[in-house]
């Protein structure tokens, strides 16, 4: 009877080492391809001075501003009442210097149609509308005069630059 | 058409034609609700929290100090009186050491404020504080809950005269004398009915046009008309495109035209600066005087129908009452330059200007323990000496007067912007505004 009972313990360990372990399965799991981009209707949170300034800057000059440079610019913005008259005189300060990393016209020239999608994915994070973006190429290719500048103005000092 | 129908129509579309131009944003046909007083008006926010002893008591140093026989008007260009002729410490320095502050600016003002306008001579303040004061000056509210780092939480003076008088943002002004204590955001409020696209423009002028300013706005390009135009077009069909709700504005709103303007004038500031053409105080060694000199500038430059400005270097008297004295003396001389140069250099302005000069809060009865260095004690602002200020105004349709008097309480400060509003012609609109002090009322209808 105790001999027995050794066999039936020996046995059953032996099963349960047998069934308990099992080969581990080798899963991999595959992504789609998928195009991420910000939906400019969920945009409801307004950027901070001291964000919109930073953001900005890099974009520009891709290069981060200094948190001196930074607390200075703050502080002329919000010395002025309308915020946006700051934001255009602190980007024209920024376009009259020669650091800046922006295409040339003649880039924007050869290819309005993808100058128009760059400028929406560089400033908004999204691709434009169908109307959004015949409206810029049409606006571009119909105006000579008009310059990466100007367009980069209008969408640094756009209300949904300020918005993320 | 048969005759009546004629007749009929052509009265409709002639009446159109003469009220278009005065329907204003709240629905009214006419703005003006009574006979305006004056053009313009200028109101100086005076000047950090003013003891009514040393201003328009004449006391200087006998209800401060406990010394006796050195009474005397150490405010000549706002108040009638012989000044002090002891321990004379609050004008300039002519010789320096043990001279310092001997020497009493000269009064620019052939006659005093008060000798051509009105002064209530004890009026209530709402508060005790600068903030709080100051909000009322600006809203006419009770707003004692007022927080800092926020908005005035009823509209402002600016949000009235813009809705109500149909005034543009550039005919409203504010001169803030730095970034401190809140004061850049007392140009609007974002009151649901009234809010930031009825805001006032502002400049913390030392801040806009001192050396950080410069550096970061001095090297813009000056852009013309032919380059602008593209930009907002540009600028404004991606704003509809987002398609901001007004509730969500963060700023006030000028017009495409009305931002060329204030950049222009920005630029022309520096420009003026480097040709030293800025017109000062002819002493003009404190902020006070800077941000005096901005207003001015502002005023030459766009003569706004409102402007106002505040002044704080009085608020040194928390730690150097010696200091106080000076810079009481100091915000009497800008504020009569300022009024010299509105008469004599800003010929459209000269005539048709209402001044109004009042202190935001008063300060205490009783001394705190810091000594200055003629061991004066200095004085803080929290008791009910402290809710006691006057008020001047002078000008256009303004009576020689003197109202009410040291034991003879009449005004509060409450009655400042309803005072406004009376000037220009609207003071009935701006009367039923929910968010008014309802005990308030125009200062012209307590003389």
């Given at each position: 009877?105790?001999?027995?009972g050794?066999?039936?313990?020996?046995?059953?360990?032996?099963?349960?080492?047998?069934?308990g372990?099992?080969?581990?399965?080798?899963?991999?799991?595959?992504?789609?391809?998928?195009?991420?981009?910000e939906?400019?209707?969920?945009?409801?949170?307004?950027?901070s001075?001291?964000?919109?300034?930073?953001i900005?800057?890099?974009?520009?000059?891709?290069?981060?501003?200094?948190?001196?440079?930074?607390?200075?610019?703050?502080?002329?913005?919000?010395?002025i009442?309308?915020?946006?008259?700051?934001?255009e005189?602190v980007?024209?300060?920024?376009?009259?210097t020669?650091?800046?990393?922006?295409?040339?016209d003649s880039?924007?020239?050869?290819?309005?149609?993808?100058?128009?999608?760059?400028?929406?994915k560089?400033?908004?994070l999204?691709?434009?509308s169908?109307?959004?973006?015949?409206?810029?190429?049409?606006?571009?290719?119909?105006?000579?005069?008009?310059?990466?500048?100007?367009?980069?103005?209008?969408?640094?000092?756009?209300?949904?630059?300020?918005?993320? | 058409?048969?005759?009546?129908?004629?007749?009929?129509?052509?009265?409709?579309?002639?009446?159109?034609?003469?009220?278009?131009?005065?329907?204003?944003?709240?629905?009214?046909m006419?703005?003006?609700?009574?006979?305006?007083?004056?053009?313009?008006?200028?109101?100086v926010?005076?000047a950090?929290?003013?003891r009514?002893?040393?201003?328009?008591l004449?006391?200087?140093?006998?209800?401060?100090?406990?010394?006796?026989?050195?009474?005397?008007n150490?405010?000549p260009?706002l108040?009638?009186?012989?000044?002090?002729?002891?321990?004379?410490?609050?004008?300039?320095?002519?010789?320096?050491?043990?001279?310092?502050?001997?020497?009493?600016i000269?009064?620019?003002?052939?006659?005093?404020?008060?000798?051509?306008?009105?002064?209530?001579?004890?009026?209530?303040?709402?508060?005790?504080?600068?903030?709080?004061?100051?909000?009322?000056?600006?809203t006419g509210?009770?707003?004692?809950?007022?927080?800092?780092?926020?908005?005035?939480?009823?509209?402002?003076?600016?949000e009235?005269?813009r809705?109500?008088?149909?005034?543009?943002?550039?005919?409203?002004?504010?001169?803030?004398?730095?970034?401190?204590?809140?004061?850049?955001?007392?140009?609007?409020?974002k009151?649901?009915?009234?809010?930031?696209?009825?805001g006032?423009?502002?400049?913390?002028?030392?801040?806009t046009?001192?050396?950080?300013?410069?550096?970061?706005?001095?090297?813009?390009?000056?852009y013309?008309?032919?380059?602008?135009?593209?930009?907002?077009?540009?600028?404004?069909?991606?704003?509809?495109?987002?398609?901001?709700?007004?509730?969500?504005?963060?700023?006030?709103?000028?017009t495409?035209?009305?931002k060329?303007r204030?950049?222009?004038?920005?630029?022309?500031?520096?420009?003026?600066?480097?040709?030293?053409?800025?017109?000062?105080?002819?002493?003009?060694?404190?902020?006070?005087?800077v941000?005096?000199?901005?207003?001015?500038?502002?005023?030459?430059?766009?003569?706004?129908?409102?402007?106002?400005?505040?002044?704080s270097?009085?608020?040194?008297?928390?730690s150097?009452?010696?200091?106080?004295?000076?810079?009481?003396?100091?915000?009497?001389?800008?504020?009569?330059?300022?009024?010299?140069?509105?008469?004599?250099n800003?010929?459209e302005?000269?005539?048709?200007?209402?001044?109004?000069?009042a202190?935001?809060?008063?300060?205490?009865?009783?001394?705190?323990?810091?000594?200055?260095?003629?061991?004066?004690y200095?004085?803080?602002?929290s008791?009910?000496?402290a809710?006691r200020?006057?008020?001047?105004?002078?000008g256009?349709?303004?009576?020689?007067?003197?109202?009410?008097?040291?034991?003879?309480?009449?005004g509060?400060?409450?009655?400042?912007?309803?005072?406004?509003?009376?000037?220009?012609g609207?003071?009935?609109?701006?009367?039923?505004?929910?968010?008014?002090?309802?005990?308030?009322?125009?200062?012209f209808?307590?003389?």
């Open positions: 009877m105790h001999s027995s050794k066999i039936t313990t020996v046995l059953f360990s032996a099963i349960l080492l047998l069934t372990c099992t080969k581990e399965k080798n899963v991999t799991y595959g992504v789609n391809d998928k195009v991420v981009y939906d400019k209707s969920l945009k409801t949170k307004r950027k001075d001291a964000e919109y300034i930073s900005l800057y890099t974009n520009l000059y891709q290069v981060p501003i200094s948190p001196t440079q930074l607390y200075k610019t703050q502080n002329v913005i919000y010395s009442g309308d915020r946006n008259v700051a934001n005189m980007l024209s300060n920024y376009f009259n020669s650091t800046l990393k922006i295409p040339k880039e924007m020239r050869a290819d309005v149609a993808a100058f128009v999608e760059k400028c929406y560089r400033f908004f999204r691709y434009p169908e109307g959004e973006k015949t409206f810029f190429i049409n606006y571009i290719n119909s105006n000579p005069n008009v310059s990466v500048e100007m367009v980069y103005t209008a969408f640094s000092v756009s209300d949904e630059y300020q918005y993320y | 058409m048969n005759r009546r129908d004629f007749f009929k129509k052509t009265g409709l579309v002639t009446a159109g034609t003469v009220a278009a131009p005065y329907i204003l944003p709240t629905g009214r006419f703005a003006r609700t009574n006979v305006p007083k004056a053009e313009y008006v200028v109101m926010m005076f950090g929290g003013v009514q002893q040393e201003s328009v004449q006391r200087y140093l006998d209800d401060s100090q406990e010394v006796t026989g050195a009474a005397g150490i405010m260009n108040f009638t009186g012989i000044a002090p002729d002891r321990k004379i410490v609050y004008g300039t320095d002519p010789g320096g050491g043990a001279t310092r502050g001997s020497e009493p000269p009064r620019i003002l052939s006659q005093s404020m008060e000798d051509t306008g009105t002064v209530f001579k004890e009026m209530s303040a709402i508060s005790a504080g600068h903030y709080v004061g100051l909000n009322t000056l600006i509210s009770l707003g004692t809950a007022q927080g800092l780092k926020t908005r005035p939480k009823y509209p402002t003076i600016f009235y005269l809705k109500h008088a149909g005034f543009a943002a550039l005919d409203t002004w504010f001169i803030a004398n730095g970034l401190g204590n809140s004061t850049p955001l007392l140009n609007s409020s009151n649901a009915d009234y809010g930031l696209q009825y006032g423009n502002m400049f913390a002028a030392p801040y046009f001192g050396g950080v300013g410069r550096e970061i706005l001095g090297n813009g390009k000056p013309s008309r032919a380059d602008l135009d593209p930009m907002y077009y540009m600028k404004n069909f991606l704003d509809q495109s987002f398609g901001l709700n007004p509730d969500q504005l963060e700023t006030i709103k000028n495409d035209e009305e060329t204030i950049k222009e004038f920005i630029r022309a500031v520096f420009q003026r600066q480097d040709q030293g053409l800025i017109p000062r105080p002819p002493v003009t060694d404190n902020g006070d005087a941000t005096i000199s901005y207003a001015a500038e502002v005023l030459r430059h766009f003569k706004p129908k409102f402007l106002t400005l505040n002044m270097a009085v608020d040194g008297c928390h150097n009452f010696t200091g106080y004295l000076r810079s009481l003396h100091r915000a009497d001389h800008s504020v009569g330059w300022l009024w010299n140069y509105i008469q004599n800003i010929p302005m000269s005539g048709k200007t209402i001044m109004i000069v202190p935001e809060c008063g300060r205490n009865l009783k001394p705190n323990p810091i000594l200055d260095e003629n061991d004066w200095a004085f803080d602002h008791d009910a000496n809710m200020v006057w008020s001047v105004m002078v256009k349709n303004v009576p020689k007067m003197t109202v009410g008097s040291e034991n003879n309480k009449v509060k400060l409450t009655d400042i912007v309803p005072t406004i509003a009376d000037i220009f609207v003071y009935d609109e701006v009367k039923a505004s929910p968010y008014l002090d309802p005990q308030s009322k125009s200062l209808l307590r003389m």
